[in-house]
C-alpha cells in the first residue's frame, strides 16, 4: 500500500473513530440525563408527582436508602423530625378526613371531635391500602387533594417555615416552604388537635383519663372487627406439616428451608456461632441439623424465625422490631437454658422451650402489623411514660393486650398448646395449670433479663413461687443469665439480622 493511500486510510480511520467518540459522549450525556431525571421522580407515586408538578410549586427531592418510619427518613436525610409532616386518616359517618399534623406530635382525637363536631375514628390499615392504592404500605402522603379527601391542617404546622413529608414510597422526602404547602393542600380547616409527646406523661391525671384524650371512641373493639388476620407463613406451615410426619428427616427439613434464602442463611450462622461451639465450620443445612443443633431445634428455630420476620413493624421505638428481637433471642437462648435445669419429668424438648421464649411477644408484632396508627401511639405512650407496663398501656390504648392476640393468633394457626399456653400466661405469676412449665420459664427468664436492662423492667425481682414449682434456685438463674450475657455479641449480631 503507498504512503499516500495509507495516510488516506488513516484519516478516514481517525474521523470515524471521532465520529464514534462523539456519538458515544452523546449517548452518555442523554444516560445520564435519564438517570438524573429518573432519580428526581425515583419514589415518587405517579399521582403525587402529578400533583406536585401541577402547581408552580418550589421543591426538592431528598432520596434515601429504604427506611421504615418517618424518625428514621429524618435521620437518613439529616432532617430535624419537627420538620416533618404526616397524614392521619380518620372516618365518621360523613365520611373520610384526613389530619395533618407534625410528625413529633400525636393527635389529640377529643379535642379534634369536639373542635368539628365529629365522632372520628381511625381508618383500618386495610382500608388504608385502597386508598392510598399507589403508595407503599405505610406511607401515606399529607396531600388530601390528590386523593379526593377533606383536609384539617394542625395550627403548628402553619408556623413551620419548611415542611418536609414522605411522598408515598420509603426511598425519599419531599421538602417545600410552607406556603407552597398549603397552596397543595388548597381549601382546608385549620384548628388545634395535636400535642407534643410530653403530654402523654402521666401526671395527677389517671391513666384512664390520659389515653382517652388521645385515642379514638371506638378504638377497643374485639379485634375480629378490624382487620383479617395475618396468614401463617408458607415457610412455617410446611415445617409444621412436616413435624406431624414420624418418618420424616433432616433431610426433608433442609430441603424446606433452603427454599427461603434468608431464613437458610439465619440456621446456618446460628449453627456457625460460637452459642453452640462446634469446632468445624457447617456450609450445609442437613450437617447444621444432623452435627450442631438437631432436627427439633432448627425445626422449631426455621418456625420461629419466619413468623417473626413475616410481621413488619417499625425498627424503633419501645415496640419497634430492634427491641423486639433483641429481647426475644436473649429470652429465648435462656429459656432454653433453665429448661435443662429442670427435673426430667418437667423438662421440655429444648426447641420447644427455646420457641417459647423467641415467640412470647408474637402478639406484639401483630399489632405493629395491623394497627400502624395505634401501634405509633403506643410507642408514643411507652417513651413518655417508661415506668409503665406495656400490657397496662396496650389495654388502656386498645382494650386489649399482646399475649391476647399472640394467643389468639397462635391457635388460629394451630401452633401447639403449650407454645399457645406460654404466649397467653408468660406474665402471669399465678398460673399453674396446663403446659405452665412454658409460661414460667419464659417469666423466670424475662424478670432475670430485666435485672440487666434487657426487656421491659416491669415487676421487679423472680417470683420465689415461680422457682419451687420449677424446681430450679435463684442462684441457678443468675448463672444461666451471666452465661447468655458472657454470648452478647453473637445474640446482639442475631438480633441485628432479623430486625433489618
Known amino acids: 500500500m503507498s504512503p499516500t493511500l495509507t495516510h488516506k486510510v488513516d484519516g478516514q480511520v481517525r474521523t470515524l473513530i471521532s465520529i464514534i467518540f462523539s456519538m458515544m459522549v452523546q449517548f452518555l450525556l442523554w444516560i445520564k440525563q435519564l438517570i438524573h431525571q429518573g432519580t428526581i421522580q425515583m419514589g415518587i407515586p405517579a399521582n403525587i408527582r402529578a400533583c406536585l408538578d401541577s402547581e408552580t410549586i418550589d421543591y426538592q427531592v431528598l432520596l434515601h436508602p429504604r427506611t421504615t418510619t418517618l424518625s428514621q427518613a429524618a435521620q437518613a436525610c439529616d432532617v430535624a423530625l419537627e420538620q416533618l409532616v404526616r397524614a392521619v386518616v380518620l372516618i365518621d359517618g360523613q365520611g373520610l378526613l384526613m389530619a395533618v399534623l407534625p410528625a413529633d406530635r400525636v393527635l389529640d382525637f377529643e379535642a379534634l371531635c369536639t373542635l368539628l363536631h365529629r365522632d372520628l375514628e381511625l381508618v383500618p390499615g386495610n382500608q388504608l391500602a385502597t386508598i392510598f392504592d399507589d403508595c407503599e404500605p405505610g406511607s401515606y402522603p399529607p396531600l388530601a387533594h390528590a386523593y379526593n379527601l377533606d383536609v384539617i391542617v394542625d395550627a403548628a404546622v402553619n408556623n413551620m417555615q419548611t415542611v418536609i413529608f414522605e411522598p408515598g414510597a420509603h426511598t425519599s422526602l419531599v421538602r417545600m416552604p410552607v406556603k407552597a404547602f ?193 401501634f405509633f401511639i403506643l410507642n408514643r405512650f411507652a417513651e413518655a411514660n417508661p415506668e409503665l407496663s406495656g400490657c397496662e398501656l396496650e389495654h388502656q390504648v386498645l382494650g386489649v393486650t399482646h399475649d391476647q392476640i399472640g394467643a389468639w393468633l397462635m391457635e388460629t394457626w394451630g401452633l401447639p398448646a403449650e407454645l399457645v399456653a406460654a404466649v397467653r400466661y408468660h406474665h402471669d405469676e399465678g398460673y399453674w395449670d396446663q403446659h405452665a412449665v412454658y409460661p414460667q420459664l419464659v417469666l423466670v427468664a424475662n424478670r432475670a433479663l430485666a435485672l440487666h436492662g434487657i426487656g421491659e423492667a416491669g415487676k421487679q425481682g423472680i417470683p420465689l413461687f415461680s422457682l419451687e414449682m420449677l424446681g430450679i434456685t435463684e442462684q441457678q438463674v443468675e448463672a444461666e443469665t451471666a452465661r447468655i450475657l458472657e454470648m452478647k455479641d453473637d445474640l446482639e449480631d442475631l438480633a441485628r439480622r432479623l430486625a433489618a
Not at 397543595?184 to 403530654?199: D, I, K, Q
Not at 443443633?293 to 424503633?316: C, E, H, K, W
Open 182 to 374: 398549603r397552596q397543595l393542600l388548597g381549601n382546608h380547616l385549620t384548628g388545634e388537635f395535636a400535642r407534643a409527646v410530653a403530654g402523654l406523661q402521666k401526671d395527677e391525671l389517671t391513666l384512664s383519663a390520659v389515653v382517652e384524650q388521645f385515642t379514638p371512641a371506638r378504638i377497643k373493639r374485639n379485634i375480629e372487627e378490624f382487620h383479617e388476620l395475618p396468614p401463617l407463613p408458607a415457610t412455617a406451615a410446611l415445617i409444621l406439616q412436616l413435624a406431624a410426619d414420624p418418618n420424616a428427616n433432616a433431610r426433608q427439613l433442609a430441603g424446606i428451608i433452603e427454599q427461603d434464602p434468608s431464613l437458610s442463611a439465619q440456621v446456618l450462622r446460628y449453627a456457625n456461632s460460637s452459642l453452640y461451639g462446634y469446632a468445624g465450620s457447617i456450609s450445609n443445612l442437613q450437617t447444621a441439623i444432623a452435627r450442631v443443633l438437631g432436627f427439633d431445634y432448627v425445626m422449631n428455630l426455621a418456625v420461629g424465625f419466619s413468623i417473626g420476620t413475616a410481621l413488619r413493624v417499625p425498627q424503633d421505638g419501645p415496640f419497634g422490631l430492634d427491641s423486639f428481637w433483641q429481647h426475644s433471642v436473649y429470652a429465648a437462648r435462656l429459656v432454653e437454658n433453665l429448661g435443662r435445669l429442670l427435673p426430667r419429668k418437667q423438662r421440655p424438648p429444648r426447641g420447644t422451650a427455646y420457641l417459647a421464649g423467641l415467640l412470647q411477644n408474637l402478639g406484639r408484632l401483630v399489632l405493629g402489623h395491623t394497627f400502624q396508627p395505634e
